[in-house]
Every structure is written in C-alpha cells, then in structure tokens.
C-alpha cells in the first residue's frame, strides 16, 4: 500500500510553465507505475499521462503530448508532471494514481491509490 500528495498547483498565464510533483510513501513506491489525471469542473476525470516502474517509460495523451512529460526520481520517491505551454482549457484539478504494476495505463480504474489533488488554474 502506498500514500500519494500532490504539490506545485496554482495559478499560471497561459503560456507559462508549472511542474506538479506527486510525493509516493508506503511500501516499495518505486514498484508502482503512476498516473496523472485531471478533472475540470462539471467535466469527468480524464488521463493525462503515466509512467511504469521499472523502466520509467510514459504514455501521454493527445491533448496534452509536446507540452506536458512525466518523469520520476526513485530516489525520492517523487514523480513529476512538467506543464509547458500551458493553456486555459488545462485548468482543473490534477492527481496522481498509483497501481503495483510494471506498465502504464491513463485508464483510471485500473488504479487503486489515489491522491488529494492540487488545483491548476491557467488564467491571464
């Protein structure tokens, strides 16, 4: 079992750039690929990207390639979100997700452990 906290949320011009980080704790974080995922108000929750354990390979979604990566430190049981570009249509509310699996998925009920949360605003 592992616990997830998000960080880095706030408010951002459109344009700029914001980096969310996803501290992992529990048992062996470095075994869990993990999500990132986002939900808009009055939207339903929708994948960004992800990143397996092990080889730290990341899928990301079409809506967000070319702007946004995923990357992870084991060694501080951390995984990163780095928003560049950013637009007002990526404001929402952003988690991440973990699953004790090799690979990676956005589909979210295939994960099983879930942050807080930290809110992305995008705004002039």
């Known amino acids: 079992q592992v616990q997830l906290v998000e960080s880095g949320g706030g408010l951002v011009q459109p344009g700029g750039s914001l980096r969310l980080s996803c501290s992992v704790s529990?048992?062996?974080?470095?075994?869990?690929?993990i999500g990132w995922f986002r939900q808009a108000p009055g939207q339903e929750r929708e994948g960004v990207g992800c990143?397996?354990?092990?080889?730290?390979?990341?899928l990301m979604t079409d809506s967000v390639k070319g702007r946004f990566t995923i990357s992870r430190d084991d060694a501080k049981n951390t995984v990163y979100l780095q928003m560049n570009n950013v637009k007002p249509e990526d404001t929402a509310i952003y988690s991440c997700?973990?699953?004790?699996?090799?690979?990676?998925?956005?589909?979210?009920?295939?994960?099983?452990?879930w942050g807080q949360g930290t809110q992305v605003t995008v705004s002039s």
């Open positions: 529990g048992r062996t974080p470095g075994d869990y690929a």
């Open positions: 997700a973990a699953v004790y699996e090799y690979g990676c998925s956005v589909v979210d009920y295939k994960y099983h452990y």
């Open positions: 990143i397996s354990s092990g080889d730290s390979s990341t």
